[in-house]
């Protein structure tokens, strides 16, 4: 099966406020938050949803295996620029 690709754009209109999914990124994958009580609103702590949240996880409380219960929905990858 293959895995869907979006890039940063599409992904920051999964904030839980543009659209109804709410998806955040780690090392690459997108992972569906929607079902999270603590996304409420597209918000964890000082987190927002719709972003690529590789370098804040290092701050966590959490290491990434926080994302093991969240669906992966595609991988992140850079917009194609046009020649």
Request: glycine letters at 6%; proline letters at 5%.
């Amino acid at each position: 099966m293959e895995i869907a690709e979006y890039t940063v754009f599409q992904l920051a209109l999964r904030n839980g406020t543009d659209k109804p999914e709410i998806w955040v990124a780690y090392r690459g994958t997108i992972f569906d938050v929607s079902e999270s009580r603590l996304w409420r609103q597209g918000k964890h702590y000082e987190h927002w949803a719709g972003q690529d949240l590789t370098e804040e996880l290092r701050l966590a409380p959490h290491s990434e295996r926080v994302f093991e219960r969240f669906p992966v929905v595609g991988k992140l990858i850079a917009p194609k620029i046009a020649e």
